[in-house]
């Protein structure tokens, strides 16, 4: 069964880096798209970026857009999230997910559209 294993998550001051990793198992993920989203107390599970798997194709939503990056590395079948510039307002839990490849953009964007989640790491950024 597919797991994915977030880690990397902490307590940061505003302007701070941190890497998020998301370690996937359990099937071949070539035909897949790997999401992060992340949820704060009292929100809704929001849209942060994504990666096709195959392809490497980004997109971001514009409140990370130029500040974060989502790389995978085949070799290891894991999934990065690299955030600089880091503001209070990104902290979160983050989460994990993975999908079949759909063409639309928008449908990639919402949660309940993922199939697969991992757990959450929790990220905390103090101004």
């Known amino acids: 069964q597919v797991q994915l294993v977030e880690s990397g998550g902490g307590l940061v001051q505003a302007g701070a880096s941190l890497r998020l990793s998301c370690a996937a198992s359990?099937?071949?993920?070539?035909?897949?798209?790997m999401g992060w989203f992340r949820q704060a107390p009292g929100k809704e599970r929001e849209f942060v970026a994504r990666?096709?798997?195959?392809?490497?194709?980004?997109y971001y939503a514009d409140s990370v857009k130029g500040r974060f990056t989502i790389s995978r590395d085949k070799a290891s079948n894991t999934v990065y999230l690299q955030m600089n510039s880091l503001k209070p307002e990104d902290t979160a839990v983050y989460y994990c997910?993975?999908?079949?490849?759909?063409?639309?953009?928008?449908?990639?964007?919402?949660?309940?559209?993922?199939?697969?989640w991992g757990q959450g790491t929790q990220v905390t950024v103090s101004s």
């Open positions: 359990g099937r071949t993920f070539s035909s897949y798209v």
């Open positions: 990666i096709n798997w195959n392809t490497g194709n980004t």
């Open positions: 997910a993975a999908r079949p490849f759909s063409s639309s953009t928008n449908y990639l964007n919402i949660p309940t559209n993922y199939n697969y």
